[in-house]
């Protein structure tokens, strides 16, 4: 079964400070989307990455792909108290069904 | 407003009993899901749908059914609930699957 395994699980940072969330597996995915999820409700998609190497930027998130589609990472400039959340990785395996990561809970501290 | 719903919100059963948990979307998606949520184990995918007629096994499929019978609906029923099916089941939908998934507000389902 391909994993998709997030690190870290937990991180809790100042306000203004930069944050980096991994999302790896030992398989190469097809594609992969990122989610954030707020208490009570379900997840809402931030952005998919499809081509090994990829960079999409939303606001001040920076995503990557790996260029062997192995990987993806998540950067956050300058957190705010609203990006608090659970961020969950997920992958298209090449069974064709989709595996999400276990996330990463993320508190910003005013 | 356009969306996808889940009913009931919460549900205590009695281990045995037979559960179905509902779900509609108003987005004409062709693609259905429905996942889980525990505690440290994040979103599992247990039956997915295509489009309307077909169903597909996710990752966790064991004790859960589902029917596809038109495209608006995707209920997931339990035939007979065990306390480990405890959990926040979450229904979602999308244009065709792997595209962007828009989730419902969740089921929150406690098996004594």
Known sequence: ?110 | IAGITQAPTSQILAAGRRMTLRCTQDMRHNAMYWYRQDLGLGLRLIHYSNTAGTTGKGEVPDGYSVSRANTDDFPLTLASAVPSQTSVYFCASSASYWHEQFFGPGTRLTVL
């Not at chain 1, 790896?24 to 499809?50: A, D, H, I, K």
């Not at chain 1, 930027?57 to 990557?64: A, D, G, Y």
């Not at chain 1, 400039?77 to 659970?86: I, K, S």
Request: glycine share 10%; hydrophobic share 30%.
């Open chain 1, 1 to 110: 079964t391909q994993l998709l395994e997030q690190s870290p699980q937990f991180l809790s940072i100042q306000e203004g400070e930069n944050l980096t969330v991994y999302c790896n597996s030992s398989s190469v995915f097809s594609s992969l989307q990122w989610y954030r999820q707020e208490p009570g409700e379900g997840p809402v998609l931030l952005v998919t990455v499809v081509t090994g190497g990829e960079v999409k930027k939303l606001k001040r998130l920076t995503f990557q792909f790996g260029d062997a589609r192995k990987d993806s990472s998540l950067h956050n400039t300058a957190a705010q108290p609203g990006d608090t959340g659970l961020y969950l990785c997920a992958g298209r395996n090449r069974d064709d069904k989709i595996i999400f990561g276990k996330g990463t809970r993320l508190h910003i501290l005013p």
